[in-house]
């Protein structure tokens, strides 16, 4: 009797701590600086957009920006893509040519990528930006059964002239993102959810959470052999 008692015991521990023995710490995306919207901002920013994310969490983007310098003076400055994961390939074009990407940071916990952009006073610039990256779960896994992602925009852009250090940046976002997968639990800041889709019109800044449902074979077969082995001791044990 006090076999069965030992054998429930571990049964019961094992099903409240396996969340625990599941969960893969995963570093947080790393907060990209949105501007506010300002009526007085000389930068302002078009960006248009297409993502999707496949069942096996393959992101494929492709981002527009349109940049208009309203100024009566020159800007230098830059655009950065932040990843928390080494893209598949990245790819930029400034009005219609490829452009030199400066790594400065390429790991599986932080990327970073720059292009420098100079604008003359009132003029405009058009930059695409591609590429393909697997996406990471967000922090935690949300134990056995789900993981938890999140998305917002990569793109980030810094300008400053020999006037001011910063020079004030509008941003307006409009696209989709494509989930090839049906998400649970999810939350849009500034988007509209429809199914699989979220989409983004007229905002400075977005932001999606959701959770992937999974079923954990592998941790489900480890814990069947290790109660086997638990049993097939205990069994031993009273002969």
Do not use: H
Not at 37 to 44: K, R
Not at 84 to 91: A, E, M, S
Not at 211 to 227: D, H, N, Q, S
């Amino acid at each position: 009797m006090n076999c069965y008692k030992i054998v429930t015991s571990i049964i019961l521990f094992l099903v409240i701590v396996s969340p625990v023995y599941a969960q893969v710490v995963m570093d947080e995306d790393m907060a990209i600086p949105i501007s506010m919207d300002d009526e007085n901002a000389q930068i302002n920013a078009d960006i248009s957009f297409k993502v999707e994310i496949d069942e096996t969490n393959m992101e494929t983007s492709e981002y527009s920006i349109n940049i208009l310098n309203s100024g009566n003076y020159s800007v230098k400055g830059y655009v950065e893509i932040y990843m928390v994961f080494i893209p598949k390939r990245i790819k930029v074009i400034v009005d219609g040519e490829e452009a030199d990407i400066i790594t400065q940071e390429k790991s599986y916990t932080n990327s970073r990528y720059r292009v420098n952009i100079d604008m003359d006073a009132d003029s405009n610039r058009t930059i695409d930006v591609t590429y393909q990256i697997l996406k990471t779960p967000r922090q935690w896994n949300v134990g056995l059964w789900a993981l938890q992602y999140n998305y917002n925009s990569p793109i980030n852009l810094q300008f400053s002239s020999k006037k001011e250090d910063y020079v004030r940046t509008n941003f307006n976002y409009e696209g989709k993102i494509d989930l090839g997968y049906e998400p649970s639990k999810l939350n849009c800041n500034n988007c509209i959810q429809d199914g699989n889709t979220i989409t983004v019109n007229d905002s400075d800044y977005f932001y999606v959470n959701w959770e992937k449902k999974r079923v954990p074979y592998r941790a489900g077969v480890l814990y069947i052999f290790m109660i086997i082995g638990i049993v097939y001791y205990l069994v031993k044990m009273r002969k």
